[in-house]
Nanobody, 128 residues
Framework: VQLQASGGGLVQAGDTLRLSCAAS????????LVWFRQAPGKEREFVAAITRSGFTKKYADSVQGRFTISRDNAKNTMSLLMTSLTVEDTAVYYCAARLQRTSDGSQWYRSPDGMEFWGKGTLVTVSS
């Protein structure tokens, strides 16, 4: 699976931005999908995840209620709608994929080390 993130840019605090991740390759709907982000000088951190079916979604506490993850398996795309942006959301955002297995633990999405495919990041800068 090849992933390509897009949609980043410079916005003001309180604005809304939608990131997209386009995938190529077969069996897109076999993969759980995750957004991570990495701010300057910080480690890459989990933002949001969605299971292969799209039925289950998980969010980091810092974005819960503000961000919404979604996917369209027919179009091989994933999105992250980000509202009420703050300067703390400034980071490079990455989409990632992991083949979902029945043996996966409940926290399969948390660690960047568990991801199998990555897209190039897209920079989101939020100004105050």
């Amino acid at each position: 699976v090849q992933l390509q993130a897009s949609g980043g840019g410079l916005v003001q605090a309180g604005d809304t931005l939608r990131l997209s991740c386009a995938a190529s390759g077969r069996s897109f709907d076999d993969y759980g999908l995750v957004w991570f982000r990495q701010a300057p000088g910080k480690e890459r951190e989990f933002v949001a995840a969605i299971t292969r079916s799209g039925f289950t979604k998980k969010y980091a506490d810092s974005v819960q209620g503000r961000f919404t993850i979604s996917r369209d398996n027919a179009k091989n795309t994933m999105s992250l709608l980000m509202t009420s942006l703050t300067v703390e959301d400034t980071a490079v955002y990455y989409c990632a994929a992991r083949l979902q297995r029945t043996s996966d633990g409940s926290q399969w999405y948390r660690s960047p080390d568990g991801m199998e495919f990555w897209g190039k990041g897209t920079l989101v800068t939020v100004s105050s």
